[in-house]
């Protein structure tokens, strides 16, 4: 279950929307129960109990988070019942530089049975989720740093009290937390103002076109091609630096259109956008050429088995990515017609064990951010002794 605000504004909005980001991505790819909850609040209780070190007073800070099923502020702990709780702490302070954006730092912080999330050892368990939780949080199209990962429920909770968490932080139970920079605008309404007729206050940078056309791109050599700039606040005209030979730039729509032909390499172009409040800093997008249609939702290639043991009866099975424009989240790896796996869509090796001895027959596919399948790989047999 995901608890979630029916109004936010400000922080609690930002929070939100990376919160909503992360149930989706844990729950279709993990396949089993989570609980999401937003912003955790500092419930304050006097108390004669010994008091930990890092506390200047008798007052203890119970960790509080908003139960939507109840509407009701409830003590935040693991529970049982979930593979999976996570949840933000905020810091006490945030800064400005220009009253209207503001920055603070945020914890997501995960509390996770790893034997529930995965059946298969593919690899450490505590380093996989950390890695997997990372990966989601760098797709997530949010405005924030990822700083660190700290590990470690009393790490975690070091401005509360966690006796109430009730949480055993050994395997195969794991607690982390990411720390982010969360930029966030106190509402919805931050509007610049146009000083320029000597009316009062700044102008906010909000208004000043933001280019966030990002990541790698493919251009399939001697095709037509056609990108557009994506940016944000209305841009009124575009520029274009390091053109790729054989396109050409529309400065009014930010459109690059034309064909380039050669052979497959890495390129890269920048782009600024601007209107009357001013200019975007330069963003570099890179592009690659290739012969494959990037438009095609291709199965994984190259399949094949490596690292056979045959004591351990284990092996490691490797794929590789064809070109393509969308975006790839999960990997399914199937034995012998039947779902075997699902793993994230950035790994390309996982390590399987084969108890049962014998010939098996490995295929895979990829499923992509619209839930849509690729066609199977081709099939390979593994052959373990009995």
């Not at 395997?171 to 931050?190: G, I, M, R, W």
């Not at 259109?257 to 890269?268: D, M, N, Q």
């Not at 601007?274 to 190259?302: E, I």
Request: net charge negative; proline share 3%.
């Amino acid at each position: 279950m995901n608890n979630t605000l029916t109004s936010a504004e400000g922080l609690s909005a930002a929070i939100q929307s990376i919160q909503e980001e992360l149930y989706r991505a844990t729950v279709d790819l993990w396949a089993v129960e989570v609980e999401g909850f937003g912003k955790v609040y500092k419930n304050v209780q006097n108390s004669s109990e010994d008091i930990p070190k890092f506390y200047k007073s008798s007052k203890i800070f119970i960790p509080e988070v908003y139960n939507s099923s109840t509407g009701n502020y409830e003590d935040v702990f693991y529970n049982n019942s979930k593979s999976c709780v996570f949840c933000f702490l905020i810091d006490d302070k945030d800064s400005t530089e220009d009253g209207l954006l503001f920055t603070t730092k945020v914890k997501v912080v995960f509390m996770v049975n790893l034997k529930q999330i995965y059946a298969i050892e593919t690899e450490r368990q505590d380093s996989r989720v950390q890695r997997q939780i990372v990966g989601f949080l760098r797709d997530i199209n949010g405005d924030y740093k990822i700083n660190e990962v700290e590990r470690g429920i009393d790490n975690i909770f070091n401005q509360y009290t966690t006796s109430g968490v009730k949480f055993d932080d050994m395997q195969p139970l794991h607690s982390f937390a990411v720390n982010l920079d969360l930029n966030y605008y106190l509402t919805d309404e931050c509007e610049a103002t146009d000083t320029s007729s000597g009316g009062g206050g700044g102008g906010s940078a909000g208004s000043i076109p933001v280019v966030n056309s990002t990541g790698t791109n493919f251009i399939q050599l001697d095709t037509s091609f056609t990108y557009s700039v994506s940016a944000t606040n209305s841009p009124t005209s575009y520029t274009a630096f390091g053109l790729i030979e054989g396109l050409t730039f529309d400065t009014s729509t930010g459109i690059v259109s034309g064909t380039v032909t050669g052979s497959e390499r890495l390129e890269s172009m920048s782009f600024t956008a601007s209107n009357s409040y001013g200019s975007s800093s330069s963003a570099l997008v890179f592009f690659r050429t290739t012969t494959d249609d990037p438009t095609v939702f291709h199965p994984p290639k190259d399949v094949n088995a490596s690292e056979i043991n045959l004591v351990n009866k284990n092996f490691r099975i490797n794929w590789g990515y064809r070109p393509y424009n969308g975006e790839i989240y999960f990997v399914e790896i199937w034995k012998n017609n039947a779902l075997m796996i699902t793993l994230s869509g950035s790994t390309n090796t996982a390590r399987l064990i084969q108890n049962a001895g014998g010939a098996h027959n490995y295929k895979m596919r990829f499923k992509n951010s619209l839930g849509e399948f690729s066609g199977f790989s081709t099939e390979i047999t593994v052959i373990i002794p009995v």
